[in-house]
């Protein structure tokens, strides 16, 4: 995700006419964090702001943050006809609008008053008395509008509206995936990520580890599975640690070195391993992939998991479809094909190296797979390492596997037929 200019956000500091609920309090100062800063809301919503929060109220800030982020394009295209200039407001004042609107139109339990009456007060304790009028006429007019209608026909733009995406990201789709698996990411991306059923029971065998997303895991069980019997394992772009979990579960035996550029991720990696895998054989060392020290030598197996643009995570991370633009996709490419060709010039012979993203963008998948050349390094079929999933029992017996292989690479599309995070890998080796 892009960085933004940081400012300091707007917080509630006005005692209210009428009491605002400590959730939408939470909710309405991490949704202007999330707007005018760098920061996310995944760490915002895991941070010190929830944490004295009862769970009911937790729960409550959550499902309004992620929702207003999921539906913010939706939102705005509803609330614009209503607002009586055409120039949007002050950001804390959409803030507060898009509060309101997200649980009139998307929460059937919030009573419409206790949304409306709570928005209107948030928009003056945030000290913008001025707008509460506006506020209070736009939210009633939302409840009494009939309900959108869904067209017989609708454009990429159409859909891209409704189903709160930017347009230019929704035509890619289109163009690169068909208009209805196009049609069923979007739809996916609008819900809170459920569980797949690639694993079901298998899940057992990881004991107290936590829960990965179904694309998530099976990227680490690709990487682990590509090659038995590994001694020395890079994961080069480990945090938040996940899938170096699963490595380490899958070769307990083996050296695994795990690195990462960001100090602050990889103590949180480090603490995360500590807890979760006591005794593991992993290092955690702070370095950029790209120039790791000649000392640490060559490696059986590598996984690649580089940082990208991430349009297949929306569901989990709504708030990148508001900061993406076309041009960060160049921006990302040229540091994958740097990532990756460094981490193939250490891979040992007859060493594998499992290059992976969690993106839908061809600019970060195909074409950089395309770009790097290494001698006597050639890229193989994902598909024998899948099917060997499937006769180990790692993968659930009726788990349908179909079409997630094309052209060799992996590729999971969020939707009907995968419940879960869009991922692309291509499997590399040397000989």
């Known amino acids: 995700m892009q960085s933004r200019g940081v400012k300091a956000p707007t917080v509630v500091t006005t005692t209210p006419a009428v009491k605002i609920s400590v959730a939408r309090v939470a909710a309405f100062e991490i949704l202007e964090r999330v707007a005018t800063t760098s920061d996310h809301s995944d760490d915002l919503l895991h941070g010190r702001r929830l944490a004295g929060l009862s769970q009911a109220d937790r729960n409550l800030a959550t499902a309004l943050v992620l929702g207003v982020l999921r539906w913010q394009i939706a939102l705005d295209a509803r609330v614009k006809p209503l607002l009586l200039r055409p120039e949007a407001p002050a950001q804390p004042i959409m803030t507060a609008i898009r509060l309101g609107a997200f649980q009139l139109l998307h929460m059937d339990r919030i009573p419409a008053h206790a949304a409306l009456s709570e928005s209107v007060e948030l928009v003056r304790a945030a000290g913008q008395a001025h ?54 990411i979007c739809e996916y991306d609008q819900q809170e990520p459920k569980a797949g059923d690639l694993f079901g ?15 998530s895991r099976l990227v680490a069980e690709l990487a682990a599975g590509s090659l038995t019997g590994a001694k020395r394992i890079w994961d080069c772009c480990a945090a ?23 100090p602050r991720r990889l103590k949180s990696l480090a603490e995360r391993l500590e807890r979760d895998a006591p005794g ?32 297949g995570t929306l569901a989990r991370n709504p708030e990148i479809r508001h900061h ?12 994958q094909r740097a990532l990756l060709g460094a981490a193939l010039g250490r891979l040992a012979p007859g060493g594998r190296l499992l290059y992976s993203t969690c993106s839908l963008e061809p600019e970060e998948n ?36 179909q079409g997630l292989v094309r052209d060799g690479f992996l590729r999971t599309l969020p939707g009907p037929g995968f419940q879960g995070d869009g991922f692309f890998a291509g499997l590399f080796v040397r000989s």
């Not at 159409?158 to 069923?184: D, K, M, Q, S, T």
């Not at 993406?324 to 540091?335: C, T, V």
């Open 131 to 184: 707008a509460a009028g506006m506020v209070n006429a736009i939210l009633r007019k939302l409840t009494r509008q009939a309900p959108a209608g869904k067209p017989l026909f609708e454009t990429p733009a159409a859909v891209a509206e409704r189903l709160g995406h930017p347009a230019w990201l929704v035509e890619r789709w289109v163009a690169n995936y068909g208009r209805a698996a196009a049609i069923g």
């Open 201 to 215: 029971a298998a899940d057992g065998e990881i004991g107290a580890l936590p829960r990965l997303d179904d694309g």
């Open 240 to 262: 938040p640690g996940g899938k170096t979990l699963m490595l380490t579960v899958r070769h307990p035996e083996a050296e695994v070195l795990a690195t990462d550029v960001s």
């Open 280 to 311: 593991s054989k992993v290092r955690t060392v702070e370095a950029d992939a790209t120039a790791l020290p000649e000392a640490e030598g060559m490696f059986d197996l590598i996984l690649c998991d580089v940082p990208c643009s991430g349009t």
């Open 324 to 335: 993406l633009r076309p041009s960060d996709l160049a921006r990302q490419a040229e540091r």
């Open 366 to 401: 195909e074409q950089v797979v395309a770009s790097v050349a290494v001698e006597g390094v050639e890229r193989v079929s994902l598909e024998p390492v899948l099917d060997g999933l499937k006769e180990q029992g790692v993968l659930a017996a009726d788990a349908s596997v």
